[in-house]
């Protein structure tokens, strides 16, 4: 695998953040629980089972919907101007600036070091129902792949295909969407890694482990 | 109805078409649109017509909540689903009645679309009013051991009924418009497509019930028409014929009336069995108190036996194709039929009954669809740079593509681009005025490759051919 390590952590090591834009994801009149600056918390507890920061309520047909923050960091951008009124679907509320911790980090990387197979559209995608079954067995051994499986299913346009994988055999190592997300074009929907390659991609999440400081 | 606000919780063409028959009638309107449609003409004509206040973009045209907020929000007194989406879901128009600020649902009352809005409950019915139905399951299948013993049973029918090549279909129970339906050629393949169609009907329908019944070959699809109103009046617009269909039984191509024996020759007596499918349809109609607007659809085998499909409670996409050729006497221009679907949602009379309709030409409905026809039909994404049909008095075109700019096809819906309704004095003209529309016709595009663009234009023209023709 032709990748420089210590450039990609360099790289994140001068800027490790992200910008996460709130949305408003659907109609509704809205209530800020925070301001412009504060820090704010993600999800917490062993299974993620504690929500974040408040963010806002949205109500809509007189139900509130508490929103909470699903990163870490810190709020920026707030649009106070909107509070109490009606917002429509996708209208940004606010920025929230996260730092990206370890495990961030190794999935970031990880996109350059695995084969990662794409969407040739923008599409909702779902992995067969056998797939699915394989997958939450969530065995040590990983789900093995081979050029022409048919493990994902394509749902555009109201018709369902499925798409034959290409690339190298091996096993899928991550997975980057959930069961009918609509995924953009040249997104990735899952990262293959050949068995010979597996040590090496334990000694890349071994050696960030080590270096990178949360 | 004056003063009275609509909101329109559809998309694409049918918006405009709604938005249209509510200007006629002065009533104000509002539409929903999603981000992927921001460049949709539904969304540009309401803005330019009704000022930015007139557009509200949601999350998703299939969520009830979103459409009542706006709704709300709007000011709404009424909303007309169009087809699809909430058209015929009974539990949405029945929060729109019984909520604390009751909306009217454009539509028929939701008991009824309860009970048409099930293919299995309508063939109950119709079984019990001596209708004819195709044989097959009259409730959904759960049970992969039930439906297989079912579909042994319809093969072993048809071979004793000395059918050579019998098959079944099996269809997802509840989907609709032609969605979510295979046939089955061979027993030993029946268990891998019901599965198939059991995981489709789950993920795009949340049930997974299916349906199964005889596969009818060497048939033609039929459409009666019926206008309802809340004061028990029943009129109908005659008949359509749908039977050019894609390979997914998605409809291409529509003519009205259904058959048409001065210009091509029918192995039945063709005006028979069409006031035979009218008479049929009236009577159930009559029996459930039908009060809006709604398609009775039919096939007819080659021994001119109409069998009983389904009933659709909403106005379709080729309502206008029955429009375009009846009149109703002292009206100079012919039916609209989504204003009268909103004047009869409104509580209004009718104000004419059936001796007042007369028919008038044929009429072609063309469904222009970025798909590949070669490949199955299926549907083609990319960018329309060109979109241009000819001006013409016997054509009315209905699209939600912008001519003046580039327009991105959303891969969340049906690739659907353009419809145009065609009018001749008979037959022959209306076949010749939809092949001149089409020749001069030029849609241009490209996908993300830079492939050129792919429409049904050609297979469109080759099909004209096949108009009403048995």
Known sequence: MDINLNDLLRKYKSHPYEDHKIDAPHTGLVFFKVRDGQEVAGPSGQWLQKPGTLLYILERE????????????????????LEGSFVQAGEQLLTIQHRLNRDEIIDRILRDVLQVFRAPQRARYFFTPETVTFLEKKTDKGLPIAPGDEIIIMSLMKRDSFLPYEGAPGIIYKVYFQQGDLVEQDSPLFGVCPPEKLPFVQKVIQRIRTEWDD | MDKKRILIANRGEIAIRIMNACKELGLDYAVVYTVQDSKSMHVRKAVEEKGSGAAYRISNYKDPN????????????????????FSENFRFARRAALRNRPIIFIGPRWEVIRDLGSKINTKRIAKKLRIPVIPGSDEPLYSEIEAEALAEKLFYKQKKDGIEKPSILVKASAGGGGMGIEEVTHLDTFRQIYRRIQNYAKRQFGDEGVLIEQCMRDYHHLEVQLLCSQHKEIVHFGTRNCTIQSTGRQKRVEAAPGFDPDYTDYPFDARKVLNRMVKYSVQLASKVNYDNVGTWEWIVTRDGQPYLLEVNTRIQVENEVSARISRISKHKTPVNLIKEQIRVAFGERLKYRQKHISFRGTSIELRIVAEDVKRGFAPWCGKITRFYFPEKPWVRLYSQVPQDEPYEIPTEYDPNLALAIIWGRNTEQARERARDFLARADIQGEDSRGEPIVTNLEYLMDRLDDVLKF
């Open chain 2, 66 to 85: 979103e459409i009542f907020s706006v709704a709300d929000h709007a000011g709404a007194h009424a909303i007309h689903p169009g087809y699809g989406f």
């Open chain 1, 62 to 81: 007189n139900n509130p919907k508490r929103m909470y923050s699903a990163f870490t960091g810190r709020v920026a951008g707030l649009r106070a101007g």
